[in-house]
């Protein structure tokens, strides 16, 4: 890494970039979904319905069926278990850096775990029933076109076994080998998962068998995914990027010396100090602000979980009314680069909200404006977090 310290970067610049890189300013929204997943690096997918709140908070003409195209219609965008172990939409054409950086190591590990669990708490299973299973199941999905966990194990019966998980225990529970060994299957890029039965709210789905991606070295892999990190997230600290990867430390520095990332000081923050950030080469000097914008985004949007210091854009006082005791984000309100407040979605289909300050005239009728267009586009769909959160459960009582 190089520094560069005598350039700095304060707060107002860090919150330009993220307005304006991460299409959130309505100057930058984009035409097509692909476009809002690279500009976030990956659409968070833990929860169904934030790939498409997230992607309709930056596209000019927000669309359920726009989002629905990419996943199920073009295959333009895919979900892969990935960074943090975390399911995130990426572009198939990053998706091949995604899964030798991330999601093939986590396959690894989840197959190994799951052999270890099929020999303490199954019977009659093997490494080589393992890869005999898969061989059927995949030759099942050929044959089909997709089908659901259920519908697979009614063809390969393997599937339909269980294992009993902490026997005896208060918190014992039952795990189908079909469920734990198709999400195997998706981390090693052989099945994806396909349109859901039901609303596009539906955690209900059917899987579908892809093409192998072309094979890209580890390392390669990796400096990839930081370099498009810190293009879209940039200025950001070592422990931003070994935060939002979940990598080691050393894996971390070795990607950014590959991109050759260059070292600024940071300024501002709650404590009004400076520190080490890092950018790409070339990407020191200032961007101009965008026009005043307002924001709703939903729980784990890629801009609220996107570095681990946060207080340039959100004030530590408010983290424990918008996120779960996990760590887990829920709905937002941005104004101008900084969260200002959370936002519900009642029974009734009403958009409400509530401001931590104030945010002038200006910011109210913006954050309005900004409900009046999620209202528009979710129509009669009513949306609930799987993560819910202190102040999301308030609004909506």
């Not at 990796?222 to 200025?235: N, S």
């Not at 950018?279 to 101009?288: I, M, S, W, Y």
Request: glycine share 10%; net charge neutral.
């Amino acid at each position: 890494m190089v520094s560069t310290g005598a350039v700095s970067v304060g707060d107002g610049q860090r919150r330009a970039r993220l307005g304006l890189r991460q299409l959130l300013a309505p100057a930058a929204w984009a035409a097509r979904v692909e476009e809002t997943a690279d500009a976030v690096v990956g659409l968070h997918a833990s929860d169904p319905a934030t790939v498409y709140l997230s992607a309709c908070a930056r596209l000019r003409e927000p669309s359920a069926v726009e989002v629905e195209r990419a996943l199920y219609e073009d295959v333009s965008l895919v979900k892969l278990l990935s960074m943090r172990r975390t399911l995130f939409a990426v572009t198939e054409e990053f998706a091949p850096y995604v899964s030798a950086a991330a999601a093939r190591p986590i396959a690894v590990k989840e197959r190994a775990t799951l052999l270890k669990h099929l020999g303490e708490f199954a019977e009659g299973w093997s490494e080589a029933r393992l890869a005999e299973t898969e061989r059927a199941v995949l030759a099942a999905l050929v044959a089909r076109g997709e089908a659901t966990t259920a519908e697979l194990g009614a063809e390969v019966p393997a599937l339909r076994e269980t294992m009993l998980m902490a026997a005896g225990k208060p918190y014992e529970a039952k795990q189908s080998v079909g469920s734990r060994l198709l999400r195997l299957l998706a981390s090693d890029g052989h099945v994806r998962r396909s349109r859901p039965r039901g609303s596009w709210l539906s955690s209900s789905y059917p899987w579908a068998p892809v093409e192998q991606w072309p094979e890209v070295p580890a390392r390669e892999a990796k400096a990839e995914v930081v370099r498009r990190w810190l293009a879209r997230y940039g200025p950001g600290t070592v422990e931003d990027v070994k935060w939002w990867t979940g990598w080691t430390l050393g894996d971390v520095r070795r990607a950014l010396a590959d991109v050759g990332a260059v070292e600024v000081t940071l300024t501002g923050g709650v404590a009004g100090g400076a520190g080490a950030g890092l950018v790409l080469p070339g990407d020191e000097g200032p961007v101009a602000e965008p026009e005043p914008w307002a924001a709703l985004l939903p729980g784990l949007d890629p801009a609220v979980m996107g570095w681990r210091g946060r207080d340039w854009y959100l004030r530590p006082e408010d983290v424990p009314a918008l996120f779960d005791r996990a760590g887990n984000a829920g709905p937002t309100v941005w104004w101008c680069g900084r969260v200002v407040g959370g936002w519900a979605q009642r029974a009734d289909g009403e958009v409400v909200w509530r401001l931590f300050g104030d945010v002038g005239a200006e910011g109210v009728a913006a954050v309005g404006v900004a409900a009046e267009r999620l209202v528009g586009w979710l129509g009669e769909v009513r949306v609930t977090p799987r993560f819910r959160t202190p102040l999301e459960r308030e609004l909506v009582a």
